[in-house]
């Protein structure tokens, strides 16, 4: 068991988009990242079309995970409406799918939610104008109010949030500015900083930079698999 003075090696990766049709075996990675790693987390799109039969898929591959692994769901694991599907396969290997809950492993609480989009600072959408609008508002309202719910809920003095849309501008950098709404919300920082955690990792923005902060200055990773890491692999290396 680590100690509450010994740091808890995490790796994280993000944006894994398995298909059916191109099914690149990921287990090789996944004995890698259990040797080299206490925990796995991963941070949503682990489907391509949210189809059950991909979660069966990354299921296959999990059994070669000596580790524990978290994470959340992505938008893309929402595209053919099988989500509770691919929750229920995902959790029949033991990993951890967190929709607005949190756990505790090794002394380090996990709090988990996909998150939503709809912009950062003074430009973030606001709900004024037609219902379509403000349904949209409303979905990242919930979704931070989920965040905190499960943010209230950890004991820990370590925690990771994990989240798919990203929290802080910084880590989109490099993305066509045009889709910069659709990667994230400020209201996820704005909710993560009424609390301390010790680090924050989200995918969803393939051409993103790495590392960031939030306003409150808490660490931000974009880990999703495409992103330029220390390691020099897809996974990143967190130590908290």
Do not use: W
Request: glycine share 10%; charged share 25%; net charge negative.
């Amino acid at each position: 068991m680590t100690d509450a003075f010994t740091p808890l090696r995490i790796a994280a990766m993000g944006d894994l988009h398995i298909r059916e049709d191109n099914a690149a075996s990921y287990r090789e990675l996944f004995g890698e990242i259990s040797r080299e790693a206490d925990v796995f987390v991963l941070t949503g799109d682990l489907t391509d079309l949210g189809l059950a039969r991909e979660a069966e898929l990354l299921a296959h591959d999990l059994k070669a995970c000596s580790i524990p692994v978290v994470g959340v769901l992505g938008n893309h694991d929402y595209e053919s409406g099988e989500q509770e599907e691919v929750k229920r396969i995902l959790r029949d290997t033991g990993m951890h799918v967190l929709d607005g809950q949190s756990c505790e492993i090794d002394g380090v609480g996990f709090v988990g939610v996909k998150g939503f989009a709809g912009g950062f600072g003074r430009r973030m959408l606001g709900s004024f104008g037609e219902p379509a609008i403000k349904q949209f508002v409303h979905e990242v309202m919930n979704e931070t109010l989920r965040l905190e719910n499960a943010m209230r809920q950890v004991r820990s003095k370590r925690s990771l949030v994990i989240l798919h849309y990203a929290p802080i501008v910084e880590t989109i950098e490099s993305e066509p500015l045009e889709i910069y709404p659709f990667l994230g919300s400020s209201r996820l920082a704005e909710t993560i900083d009424r609390f301390t955690v010790t680090a924050i990792v989200h995918g969803h923005a393939h051409r993103g930079r790495y590392e960031g902060r939030t306003p409150g200055g808490q660490r931000v990773y974009n880990v999703a698999r495409h992103i330029e890491k220390p390691t020099g692999k897809p996974y990143a290396i967190i130590e908290i």
